[in-house]
């Protein structure tokens, strides 16, 4: 599976099958219409106007619209229309995470296509024989891609904790990294996309670090979503994304990051323009 493919595949989906979700006039995502169609049915406060689904006569404030919107979910969650709720509150933001109207559920937020943001952190090592790249194999039990490969440490980003804190938890409770190894990662960037999913778009940013490791170092999990750790020399790596779909799928645009900032992939690639833009994509301002 060519590089560029993996780039496509995160940025697949198809604007008729959805439509923006807008709240006191703004948009702040984007929901199937099937959803938007039995949100209307459901729930007096909502319809369908100028094609968009709004969430009309909602109460006033943050704390009464985190509330309401949680009310909402569980109920649709019992009726069978989403799938669970995970118990971390994402922003509902048209921009900035800074910048949330409201909380949403982790899980209920591609339902509303309410846009997400994460951290990833490539974990490698100098040797003598060049440059090696820390793998982990996540858990069969993990709902969302079970038994697949996955950066050292990543993670969602909650709201209300700052992205350091929130580091240092993930690499801790991911890879036994303590808080000075944390501390030396360096924010290098971000990948964003925008993908349809079984439980509706995601349009994600990644916040993406790289930590350079000392050759002793060896992660354990300490949170049970991580099976087995590797240590790759970073060709195997290329060539693992290069040639299968055995990594998370936004995994791959982390590693292809790493491998282009790295000079591990560059222009003389025939897909290096399409790639090295297609790991941005342009989610703008709702």
């Given at each position: 599976?060519?590089?560029?493919?993996?780039?496509?595949?995160?940025?697949?989906?198809?604007?008729?099958?959805?439509?923006?979700?807008?709240?006191?006039?703004?948009?702040?995502?984007?929901?199937?219409?099937?959803?938007?169609?039995a949100l209307v049915r459901l729930r007096a406060e909502f319809c369908i106007r100028g094609d968009a689904l709004h969430w009309q006569f909602v109460p006033e404030g943050f704390a009464a619209r985190t509330e309401a919107l949680h009310a909402l979910c569980?109920?649709?969650?019992?009726?069978?229309?989403?799938?669970?709720?995970?118990?971390?509150?994402?922003?509902?933001?048209?921009?900035?995470?800074?910048?949330?109207?409201?909380?949403?559920?982790?899980?209920?937020?591609?339902?509303?296509?309410?846009?997400?943001?994460?951290?990833?952190?490539?974990?490698?090592?100098?040797?003598?024989?060049?440059?090696?790249?820390?793998?982990?194999?996540?858990?069969?039990?993990?709902?969302?891609?079970?038994?697949?490969?996955?950066?050292?440490?990543?993670?969602?980003?909650?709201?209300?904790?700052?992205?350091?804190?929130?580091?240092?938890?993930?690499?801790?409770?991911?890879?036994?990294?303590?808080?000075?190894?944390?501390?030396?990662?360096?924010?290098?960037?971000?990948?964003?996309?925008?993908?349809?999913?079984?439980?509706?778009?995601?349009?994600?940013?990644?916040?993406?670090?790289?930590?350079?490791?000392?050759?002793?170092?060896?992660?354990?999990?300490?949170?049970?979503?991580?099976?087995?750790?590797?240590?790759?020399?970073?060709?195997?790596?290329?060539?693992?994304?290069?040639?299968?779909?055995?990594?998370?799928?936004?995994?791959?645009?982390?590693?292809?990051?790493?491998?282009?900032?790295?000079?591990?992939?560059?222009?003389?690639?025939?897909?290096?323009?399409?790639?090295?833009?297609?790991?941005?994509?342009?989610?703008?301002?709702?």
């Amino acid at each position: 599976m060519p590089f560029l493919d993996h780039i496509r595949a995160c940025n697949s989906w198809n604007p008729a099958d959805f439509m923006p979700f807008v709240v006191d006039g703004e948009r702040l995502g984007t929901v199937r219409i099937s959803l938007a169609s039995a949100l209307v049915r459901l729930r007096a406060e909502f319809c369908i106007r100028g094609d968009a689904l709004h969430w009309q006569f909602v109460p006033e404030g943050f704390a009464a619209r985190t509330e309401a919107l949680h009310a909402l979910c569980l109920e649709l969650a019992q009726q069978g229309l989403i799938s669970h709720l995970h118990g971390e509150q994402y922003a509902v933001t048209p921009g900035r995470r800074e910048d949330a109207r409201f909380l949403i559920d982790r899980a209920c937020a591609p339902y509303f296509g309410v846009r997400a943001f994460g951290q990833h952190l490539n974990g490698f090592v100098r040797r003598d024989d060049g440059l090696h790249l820390w793998i982990g194999r996540r858990s069969a039990n993990r709902r969302v891609a079970p038994n697949q490969l996955d950066q050292l440490v990543a993670g969602g980003l909650p709201w209300g904790v700052e992205l350091a804190a929130n580091l240092r938890k993930e690499c801790w409770e991911e890879a036994r990294l303590d808080a000075d190894l944390a501390a030396r990662a360096r924010p290098v960037g971000i990948v964003s996309y925008c993908r349809d999913s079984s439980r509706g778009l995601k349009p994600d940013v990644i916040y993406c670090y790289d930590l350079e490791l000392p050759p002793e170092f060896t992660p354990h999990c300490n949170d049970e979503e991580v099976q087995a750790f590797y240590c790759w020399p970073i060709a195997q790596v290329m060539a693992t994304v290069r040639d299968t779909t055995d990594f998370k799928l936004n995994c791959n645009l982390v590693i292809i990051d790493f491998l282009i900032r790295h000079g591990l992939l560059g222009p003389e690639h025939p897909d290096y323009p399409a790639i090295a833009q297609g790991l941005r994509t342009p989610l703008g301002t709702w």
